[in-house]
């Protein structure tokens, strides 16, 4: 796949929208995918709202590998960050984010009278979970949820449960990748629509990082006897299993293909961490 490139016009919009902002608030919660938390991470947003406090989330934290959450949140901290390990759907972990915001809070008004309420900002790239979380915080449904990227618009300032201030924006993708393994991540996950992607090479090279990472997840779900040698060959036999045949004995790729990638976001192969922290050594 060539490298993608994906900047519509409202993430432009998005990008003005928290530089304006930014001077009203008082913290950041950037909502990142546990699955992927480097890709998911926008190196724009990190330029914004830095000197901001800021409160990462690794969301999804169900669909993603237990230990490598663990390493994630150690990695983020040591970089300085305030780190909460989250499933926003099911609202685990949103009662000791509350604790850490209002700890932030007494901080922050320690020594003079706290005249307005505290101010929070939620950024990250789309379809991280952050409508899920708003809507955990707010105790409502304030904002609207889905497993498509692109579903908030606009700004809206929100009354959380404890009485802070949230600002909601729109996901905001940056204009180019440098690593072209950082668009595939977020396209596997479901950051980048499916309507712009070639589906089938798409599913293909996720068999491919899967086959790599966590062979053994594969063959159980798929019943595989052993890896094959190329991506090709494992989804040639994973489409033969589950029966993504055409007339003529053909393969077919895109319903294989769209089955591998529904299957991976759902985590029905597994609890599977697509990329890990560097260490010191890297």
């Not at 003005?16 to 608030?25: D, P, R, S, W």
């Not at 052993?226 to 993504?244: F, H, Q, W």
Request: charge should be positive.
């Amino acid at each position: 796949m060539e490298n993608i490139n994906w900047y519509p016009g409202h993430m432009k919009k998005t990008r003005e929208l928290i530089k304006e902002n930014l001077k009203m608030v008082d913290a950041v919660i950037e909502v990142i995918d546990a699955r992927i938390p480097a890709s998911s991470r926008n190196p724009i947003i990190d330029e914004l709202v830095s000197g901001k406090p800021r409160v990462v989330v690794l969301n999804k934290s169900d669909l993603a590998d237990a230990e490598a959450c663990r390493l994630w949140q150690e990695h983020l901290e040591k970089q300085g960050n305030r780190v909460m390990i989250m499933n926003c759907m099911s609202g685990t972990g949103v009662k000791e984010l509350f604790r850490l915001l209002e700890k932030m809070e007494k901080e922050k008004y320690q020594d003079r009278v706290q005249v307005k309420p505290f101010r929070l900002m939620i950024v990250g790239v789309p379809n991280v979970g952050k409508s899920s979380l708003i809507n955990r915080m707010t105790g409502k449904k304030s904002a609207q949820t889905g497993d498509r990227p692109g579903v908030t618009r606009g700004k809206q300032w929100l009354k959380l449960k404890n009485n802070m201030q949230l600002l909601d924006t729109p996901g905001i993708l940056w204009p180019k990748f440098e690593d072209p393994m950082t668009g595939k991540n977020l396209a596997f996950c479901g950051s980048i629509k499916d309507e712009i992607m070639d589906v089938p090479t798409l599913g293909m090279e996720l068999i491919g990082v899967i086959a790599e990472k966590y062979p053994d997840m594969l063959m159980a779900r798929y019943k595989l006897e052993e890896i094959a040698e190329t991506p090709l060959d494992n989804m040639e036999s994973m489409a033969v299993k589950r029966g993504c045949i055409l007339p003529g004995k053909r393969i077919d790729y895109e319903r294989i293909g769209r089955l591998v990638l529904d299957e991976f976001r759902s985590s029905k192969i597994g609890r599977i961490t697509l990329e890990l922290p560097e260490t010191d050594n890297d």
